[in-house]
T-cell receptor
């Protein structure tokens, strides 16, 4: 099925470990983004990309890296995990700037726990 | 920066109408969206409205936009227990395309 695929669905890390959350879309969307969702804080934008080779910071980028070497993939790297990064992470993609609305298609989420 | 605000909780009885409200601050917002999130799942688009429109209706859903007050609402007619979920308001501009989300309104529908 076409859509946004995130892996893994669940992950437990120890403080200081690094890992990569994978995100892939097969809709040829230019725009891709990562959000984290925490109770009572809604969705906060971590990083986004408006096309291959272009990335930019969102609201809460510290502790995370991204790259966009292809249109399809947008991995999120945690460099040195901290308990404050315990969250549910969502990848989303969309057509991008123009024309029309940037309706986002979301992945199912990756639940990360940092001990 | 941009800000989107919603009330956190709404409880209604099955068969009643639900109205979820949202305010936003970015006057250059071009599109406004409503997304629905069911437990354990990602967000799914319900509907969106272009900023030069006042109203959009889609079956049981009615979106009202007051651009002067920067106020958006989602009305769900004949609310069902299956409508219980978190509803997110979001906005985007054409310049960057990135969306800013509210904190979400948890709708509980009681039988």
């Amino acid at each position: 099925n076409a859509g946004v695929t995130q892996t893994p669905k669940f992950q437990v890390l120890k403080t200081g470990q690094s890992m990569t959350l994978q995100c892939a879309q097969d809709m040829n969307h230019e725009y891709m983004s990562w959000y984290r969702q925490d109770p009572g804080m809604g969705l906060r934008l971590i990083h986004y990309s408006v096309g291959a080779g272009i990335t930019d910071q969102g609201e809460v980028p510290n502790g995370y890296n991204v790259s966009r070497s292809t249109t399809e993939d947008f991995p999120l790297r945690l460099l040195s995990a901290a308990p404050s990064q315990t969250s549910v992470y969502f990848c989303a993609s969309g057509r991008g700037r123009a024309p029309g609305a940037n309706v986002l298609t979301f992945g199912a989420g990756s639940r990360l726990t940092v001990l | 920066g941009e800000d989107v605000e919603q009330s956190l909780f709404l409880s209604v009885r099955e068969g009643d109408s639900s109205v979820i409200n949202c305010t936003y601050t970015d006057s250059s917002s071009t599109y406004l969206y409503w997304y629905k999130q069911e437990p354990g799942a990602g967000l799914q688009l319900l509907t969106y409205i272009f900023s030069n429109m006042d109203m959009k209706q889609d079956q049981r859903l009615t979106v009202l936009l007051n651009k002067k007050d920067k106020h958006l609402s989602l009305r769900i007619a004949d609310t069902q227990t299956g409508d219980s979920a978190i509803y997110f308001c979001a906005e985007s501009t054409t310049n960057a395309g990135k969306s800013t989300f509210g904190d979400g309104t948890t709708l509980t529908v009681k039988p």
